[in-house]
């Protein structure tokens, strides 16, 4: 059965970072896609960035309210996968989702998520 | 980007109400288009996936239709565990896109 639990979340200062982790499990990361989604209190979704897999080398991309200050990164040793969060800003205040979600391939199923780890950034 | 544009933004129903959600694309995405419900602090589940696969697990009453721009999510006879916020989002480009979200409620 495949699971995702996020970690690492918290409060922390503007201008600040932080290092979010997603363990999977059930499944071999390095074989799938994954993404960080977040949401700010009372609002919608929000897709932060992709990895894609080792046949893909890994290649990343991100939304445009977070390209440059966040990078996404994984060790396939641990079946694991991380959001480095710099410069941060109250508006990154949100809760994070890590993600395999749906591919456009004809073989991706409907995807899974985890629970989510809540990120405050507040002076 | 593609934009996802869903209506409405709040719909207000009663338990066996045939219900209806509006997801239109702002570029084709052919069916490369996923729904999904969100309860109060929970994470999103996924309902359907490729525009009208039903998630596994899902029940029937929940079917999606559409393709290239425009796309339905029905619920066929609404139940009480069915209120909740239903948004859809779109992966056929390298930035995936979601939807604004419809929130139904009890009338």
Known sequence: ?123 | DIQMTQSPSTLSASVGDRVTITCRASQSISSWLAWYQQKPGKAPKVLIYKASILESGVPSRFSGSGSGTEFTLTISSLQPDDFAIYYCQQYTSYSLTFGGGTKVEIK
């Open chain 1, 1 to 123: 059965e495949v699971h995702l639990v996020e970690s690492g979340g918290g409060l922390v200062q503007p201008g600040g970072s932080l290092r979010l982790s997603c363990a999977a499990s059930g499944f071999t990361l390095s074989d799938h896609y994954m993404d960080w989604v977040r949401q700010a209190p009372g609002k919608g979704l929000e897709w932060v960035g992709r990895t894609r897999d080792k046949a893909h080398s890994y290649t990343t991309e991100y939304g445009a309210s977070v390209k440059g200050r966040f990078t996404i990164s994984r060790d396939d040793s641990a079946n694991s996968m991380y959001l480095q969060m710099n410069d941060l800003k109250t508006d990154d205040t949100a809760v994070y989702y890590c993600g395999r979600l749906p591919r456009a391939t004809a073989d991706s199923g409907g995807g899974y998520w985890g629970q989510g780890t809540l990120v405050t950034v507040s002076s």
